[in-house]
């Protein structure tokens, strides 16, 4: 466990023994370092980041010893990290992920890219802002820089590559009697008003509704997965506006709002989701209806010191979900086979969230919940049951 504090001058000592730790392990030190010159410039510097407004200097720590270093700068226009160092005995504890973790959902909460330089030096750095999916966007002197956003992230995740091989006509969660229900559905709760899709994708819900004779608007972050739903229907039938369904506002008022498939779980922080319902419910007329299709987290399944489990085992495909309890966090690895030793790897992060945590969620924004069905043919929902669609109304 790690919690930071903001920085004291009586903490400068430390802040330049764990720095000199993280640098000397890595072995990037100077043969010709001048320790005792670099302290006094440290020093002076650490002490002016402590009285600047614009900039906070926290100490880390690690059961309530100090144990890192963490400079961050705030403006209008993004979020920086000034630098960051661990002491060599907590590194590789996931401690760095978790602060950048932290600090990506504050830059996506204010609509801000999250910047960070890394020394050209310093692979184990590197490797980590590329996993986090960090771009390099510059370069100064000896550094490159680095930069996050949650736009860029979506686009990189469901890319063009991703969008063409979604759809699948006819089969899974295209299938016709899978379709069907959810359509019939969902054009009832609308009761002959219109309908707004928040993640809408390449369309695989709203044409067959919009067909079906309900109009339809959506939301959508993935620019790859909008093309595909521009082949099929242009924006005067179904009008969509880019962004993030936690935030981004679509002109009009609806009777209802839907997410499927799982899909509010993309949304990885606790605040995004409860944002999510509040979008809806800013969308929605007097008595409009908000629907979550989601499925029912399945640590039943996860004996306990196992970090995964094997949703799906078919000849083409293996579906294999690992889990952070902690976070409540699970990464779906998506395995598809081709001929001989032929694979292709998909990973899809989500934040899993149990039924009467999302009734909260609902509560929160202003939502009663109105009816809860295992599936969308409105079969009973029992504690056996898989996944759930739950429908949540405004007060009329």
């Known amino acids: 466990m790690h919690r930071l504090r903001l920085a004291t001058d009586a903490d400068v000592r430390f802040l330049a023994d764990v720095t000199l730790a993280a640098t000397g392990a890595q072995g990037?030190?100077?043969a010709?370092?001048?320790?005792?010159?670099?302290?006094?410039?440290?020093?002076?510097w650490t002490r002016e980041s402590i009285e600047d407004p614009g900039t906070e200097l926290y100490v880390i720590e690690v059961d309530?010893?100090?144990?890192?270093?963490?400079?961050?700068?705030?403006?209008?226009?993004?979020?920086?990290v000034n630098g960051i160092q661990l002491h060599p005995e907590v590194q590789n504890r996931g401690i760095g992920t978790a602060i950048f973790t932290v600090l990506q959902s504050e830059a996506a909460r204010s609509g801000v890219p999250l910047k960070v330089n890394v020394e050209r030096d310093n692979p184990d750095a590197r490797r980590l802002y590329d996993r986090l999916g960090f771009v390099k966007i510059g370069e100064e002197g000896g550094e490159d820089v680095l930069e996050w956003s949650k736009a860029a992230e979506q686009n990189r995740l469901w890319n063009a590559d991703v969008a063409e091989r979604y759809d699948t006509p006819g089969v899974g969660m295209f299938a016709e009697d899978v379709l069907g229900p959810t359509v019939q559905r969902l054009a009832q709760l609308a009761d002959g008003g219109r309908a707004l899709e928040f993640a809408i994708g390449t369309g695989r819900v709203a044409v067959?509704?919009?067909?079906?004779?309900?109009?339809v608007s959506g939301i959508e972050f993935?620019?790859?997965?909008?093309?595909?739903?521009?082949?099929?229907?242009?924006a005067d039938t179904i009008p969509v506006v880019t962004g993030d369904m936690a935030t981004a506002r679509i002109p009009g008022e609806f009777t209802l709002v839907y997410l499927v498939y799982n899909t509010i779980a993309n949304l990885l922080t606790q605040e995004e989701q409860v944002a999510c319902f509040r979008n809806a419910a800013r969308h929605l007329s007097p008595g409009g209806r908000f629907v979550i299709e989601l499925w029912v987290p399945e640590l039943r399944r996860l004996p306990p010191g196992v970090p995964a489990?094997?949703?799906?085992a078919d000849p083409g495909y293996i579906l294999l979900d690992t889990?952070?309890?902690?976070?409540?966090?699970?990464?779906?690895?998506?395995?598809?086979?081709g001929e001989g030793t032929d694979a292709q790897l998909f990973r899809t992060p989500h934040r899993y969230i149990w039924p009467a945590e999302l009734d909260l969620m609902a509560q929160l924004a202003g939502f009663t919940l109105e009816?809860?069905?295992?599936?969308?043919?409105?079969?009973?929902?029992?504690?056996?049951?898989?996944?759930?669609?739950s429908v949540y109304r405004l007060p009329s």
Request: hydrophobic share 35%.
């Open 28 to 30: 990037r030190l100077p």
């Open 32 to 44: 010709d370092f001048d320790e005792a010159a670099w302290r006094d410039r440290f020093a002076e």
């Open 64 to 80: 309530d010893v100090g144990a890192g270093r963490l400079r961050v700068s705030r403006t209008a226009e993004f979020v920086e």
């Open 208 to 215: 067959p509704l919009s067909e079906y004779g309900v109009p």
């Open 222 to 234: 993935s620019d790859a997965m909008l093309e595909q739903l521009r082949t099929k229907a242009d």
């Open 309 to 312: 489990t094997v949703g799906t």
């Open 323 to 337: 889990y952070d309890v902690l976070k409540q966090h699970v990464v779906s690895h998506h395995f598809h086979f």
């Open 371 to 389: 009816s809860r069905h295992a599936d969308w043919t409105t079969t009973e929902f029992t504690a056996d049951s898989p996944s759930h669609v």
